[in-house]
């Protein structure tokens, strides 16, 4: 119990550590507190000025702030006007009074710009901050045929601005946050005020004030600290670095977060559903998208279960194969000295450090390895006898079918799954798959996503949603918003095609 009241004390006593501290009216004083306070950095500048017959010093990190507009700004103005009131004689927008010595060292490391004056017992914060970004380029990741070819950047307010022009209502809320005690990451909480959930809104703003880290560097960091059950494999945040996917989803009523410096936006609540959505699907006809939609969702279950239903049928039931085939693939196998089991187990491993190496070397190298492996080792470790040629089949089959998925984190999680059900199905054929799977389903019916069901429209079963499941319904009968995130408001318009009733030759 003692060691729990100190603990608890000690956070407390870190809490309120932040003590008021006056400027002091000496500006060698408050030149030495803010010196000592960022320990002397070599990259801290001071310029001296004097205005309305009093000296003074203006503070900056040469590193973090645009230096012309300090002259533009503030030195310009001040020595063509040499007296006056500061906030009317200095022309950028951003400028606030400061009578606090000790929030100085934190506006300073924001970028900021700070004036001091001989005498007077209040600096002045000037925002200046220097902004240096990439174009607005298509996403590498997330890329599609039709549709928008714009994707996020590393800059928050450029993200920002993709997603207000797109959605020109004042119900867009922003709300920011700034985590991490050292690195003080800035995060925008995006929603949509007339659709959102309050109980939803309230939750993620609750995980994130609550989150209590010296250092977030990405996203990733996030995604551990709020979502519902860390040690499940599926992921129940969707990652994306497109911002009319992100639009789509505020308004369905779900809630996004961005982060300054990373190009991934969060969105939260998904279902599992989620992960196999593409703009693409609402760019084509709907049958169309719909056909393309259920190949992606067949994908899962081949990339995941094709490897364990070959070493099932291999291993425990080859009479379900047709006569020839049985001479065939005995033929390749008797060739191999290990069991189908070793043999996928070194394939699978094999095709995951070719796909590691690919990503981490550079894009001219990264062709050069996909030829080595699928070439070289490929064809190399059959005519070694090492692995038999359908077990190169049925991976080419798998790794194919799990690039389909549109995210590479349910990607990812395929592809892991497969490794417990090929055991399984090694050690008890058809049944252990079986039992591998009726685990996965339990477990996906049982998994929430910030109080959503992960497994819905299926678990819980709601009829009405499944239009925007399994197939893509026409888009003038999805009338209604997915119950999922539990919007505000469910109907979004009664008749899509007006028109027709305008017509007076349709009924």
């Not at 951003?94 to 600096?123: N, R, S, Y």
């Not at 998208?289 to 049928?313: D, E, H, K, N, Q």
């Amino acid at each position: 119990m003692d060691l729990l009241r100190k603990l608890f004390s000690n956070n407390r006593t870190e809490k309120q550590s932040h003590m008021e501290m006056n400027v002091y009216s000496s500006l060698e004083k408050n030149k030495e507190y803010i010196e000592n306070q960022l320990f002397h950095s070599s990259d801290l500048k001071w310029r001296s000025i004097r205005f309305n017959q009093l000296e003074g010093l203006i503070v900056f990190f040469e590193s973090l702030t645009d230096q012309q507009r300090i002259q533009n700004e503030i030195i310009q103005p001040i020595e063509e006007k040499r007296e006056g009131t500061v906030d009317k004689v200095i022309t950028s927008l951003d400028i606030t009074k400061k009578t606090d010595l000790g929030e100085v060292p934190h506006a300073l490391i924001q970028g900021k710009c700070v004036l001091l004056f001989e005498g007077t017992v209040e600096v002045y914060v000037i925002d200046v901050t220097a902004v240096y970004k990439r174009s607005i380029l298509e996403p590498e990741n997330e890329g599609v045929i039709r549709g928008a070819h714009d994707g996020f950047i590393e800059h928050l307010m450029t993200n920002l601005y993709l997603v207000r022009k797109r959605v020109m209502n004042p119900n867009l809320v922003v709300r920011y946050y700034q985590i991490g005690k050292v690195t003080n990451t800035k995060l925008a909480l995006l929603f949509m005020q007339d659709l959102a959930n309050p109980d939803l809104i309230k939750e993620v703003d609750h995980r994130i004030s609550s989150i209590a880290m010296d250092t977030i560097f990405s996203p990733g960091f996030i995604t551990e600290l709020i979502e519902d059950n860390p040690y499940s494999l599926f992921p129940q945040i969707l990652f994306t670095e497109r911002p009319d996917r992100v639009v789509a989803h505020l308004m369905e009523g779900r809630v996004a977060i961005l982060s300054d410096g990373d190009p991934s936006a969060l969105i939260l609540p998904v279902t599992f559903f989620s992960f196999y959505q593409s703009p693409d699907d609402y760019h084509r006809k709907w049958m169309v998208g719909s056909f393309i939609r259920l190949l992606r969702l067949m994908s899962f279950i081949i990339a995941s279960l094709i490897p364990a239903l070959y070493i099932a049928v291999i291993g425990f039931h080859p009479e379900i194969l047709p006569e020839n085939l049985i001479l065939s693939v005995k033929s390749s196998i008797d060739r191999v000295p290990f069991p189908p089991i070793i043999e996928a187990l070194i394939m699978q491993i094999t095709l995951e450090v070719l796909r590691e190496a690919g990503v981490r070397l550079p894009s001219r190298v990264g062709q050069t390895i996909g030829i080595v492996g699928g070439l070289v080792i490929g064809e190399s470790v059959v005519r070694a006898g090492l692995i038999s040629y359908p077990m190169v089949i049925v991976i080419a089959l798998t790794a194919i079918s799990s690039f389909v998925a549109p995210s590479n984190e349910i990607s990812l999680t395929t592809r892991i799954l497969g490794f417990p059900i090929m055991i399984l199905s090694a050690m008890f054929g058809l049944i252990g798959i079986m039992f591998g799977m009726l685990f996965i389903l339990i477990h996906l019916c049982k998994l929430e996503s910030f109080g959503t069901a992960y497994f819905a429209p299926i678990m819980p079963l709601r009829m009405k949603d499944l239009k925007d499941t399994f197939i893509r319904f026409p888009i003038w009968s999805l009338n209604q918003r997915p119950h999922d995130p539990h919007p505000k408001r469910l109907n979004q318009e009664r008749n899509s095609r007006e028109w027709e009733q305008d017509d007076p030759g349709k009924e």
